[in-house]
Structures are given as structure tokens and as C-alpha cells.
């Protein structure tokens, strides 16, 4: 296993494997109409393409023996709130991150995550963010772990609903200037 900046060759691996495990994390608990809205908006060969050619996107991917089995879609953005509940000067989104289960308990979500964080460091980010489903306790215990901290609420548009995010906030420390 080895985790890498995703290429543009990638574009359509990632497409698939991004459908892929957004499928299996969230069927059967979102209505399949806006399941499919979301897949159909969010994922695609052009679309991964396009994030992967946007200069404030940056994709690390986890792959073994040749195949993708995990990523991180980071963001150099602020969140659309009005007021973020953070000060951060130079923040860095974890847009996506997902791993396929059949890595789940060997470490890869932590070398992934690890892998983010020291990218954000010395690409002199001063903090990280992310949204994580306020319904996805397995997911937010692993933040924790990683040293995010609650920030308050966001919400997030799946197809026609809108759901109740967690926003998690991670702080990075910078070097004096």
C-alpha cells in the first residue's frame, strides 16, 4: 500500500471508486432519488478530471498492487458560512475522504489522514477542516482520534435534502515567519 498525489490518469479510477464507496457508505440511509442526484452532480471522469486540473484541489489516493482503494479530495477554501467558526488565515478543506472497507482496521485512514495533515503543514496551511454527517458516529470518533476538534454545525445538499454536518476543525502549527 502506498499513498500518492493522485495524476490525471487517475480521473476515471477515481470517478469509479469515489461512486463506489459513497454508494456503499450511504445506501439505505438516504432516499435513492437524492442518492443518485449526488452521485450524478459530484462524480464522473470529467468531474474528477476538473478537480484534478483546479490548482486549489489537491487528490492524495491510497493504492495497492496497482488499484485505487481510498482518497482525499483537500480544498484550499474557506467554508461557505457567513462567520466560520475558526480563525484560521490560510485554511485547507478535506473535501472527500473515503477508504474501501477492505482496508478498514489495518491503519490506512490514519496514513491517509496523517498523509493530509503533513501536506497542509508544509503547503503552510494553518489549519484543516472538514463536514462529516452528524449521523456517522464511526466517522466523527475517527476525527476525534486525528485531533479534530467540534466547531458547530454545517449543512450539506444530498440531491434534494439537506442534511446536518458536524464541522470539524483540526489547527496546524506554523513556523514564525
Given at each position: 500500500m502506498r499513498i500518492r498525489p493522485a495524476l490525471p490518469d487517475d480521473a476515471g479510477a477515481l470517478a469509479a471508486l469515489g461512486e463506489r464507496l459513497w454508494r456503499e457508505?450511504?445506501?439505505?440511509?438516504?432516499?435513492?432519488?437524492?442518492?443518485?442526484?449526488?452521485?450524478?452532480?459530484?462524480?464522473?471522469?470529467?468531474?474528477?478530471?476538473?478537480?484534478?486540473?483546479?490548482?486549489?484541489?489537491?487528490?492524495?489516493?491510497?493504492?495497492?498492487?496497482?488499484?485505487?482503494?481510498?482518497?482525499?479530495?483537500?480544498?484550499?477554501?474557506?467554508?461557505?458560512?457567513?462567520?466560520?467558526?475558526?480563525?484560521?488565515?490560510?485554511?485547507?478543506?478535506?473535501?472527500?475522504?473515503?477508504?474501501?472497507?477492505?482496508?478498514?482496521?489495518?491503519?490506512?485512514?490514519?496514513e491517509l489522514m496523517?498523509?493530509?495533515?503533513?501536506?497542509?503543514?508544509?503547503a503552510g496551511h494553518d489549519g484543516v477542516w472538514l463536514q462529516v454527517w452528524e449521523q456517522n458516529p464511526r466517522a466523527i470518533r475517527f476525527y476525534a482520534k486525528a485531533g479534530f476538534a467540534d466547531a458547530g454545525e454545517a449543512t450539506f445538499r444530498v440531491g434534494e435534502q439537506v442534511d446536518r454536518d458536524r464541522l470539524l476543525v483540526h489547527a496546524l502549527m506554523t513556523r514564525n515567519r
Open positions: 457508505t450511504y445506501t439505505g440511509l438516504i432516499p435513492g432519488s437524492n442518492l443518485e442526484l449526488h452521485l450524478a452532480a459530484t462524480f464522473g471522469p470529467s468531474r474528477q478530471a476538473a478537480e484534478l486540473a483546479d490548482p486549489a484541489c489537491r487528490m492524495l489516493v491510497i493504492e495497492r498492487a496497482g488499484a485505487l482503494l481510498g482518497y482525499a479530495l483537500l480544498r484550499a477554501c474557506h467554508p461557505e458560512h457567513e462567520n466560520p467558526p475558526f480563525h484560521f488565515v490560510k485554511p485547507l478543506e478535506v473535501a472527500r475522504f473515503y477508504v474501501d472497507a477492505s482496508l478498514h482496521g489495518q491503519g490506512a485512514a490514519q496523517a498523509a493530509v495533515l503533513a501536506h497542509a503543514a508544509a
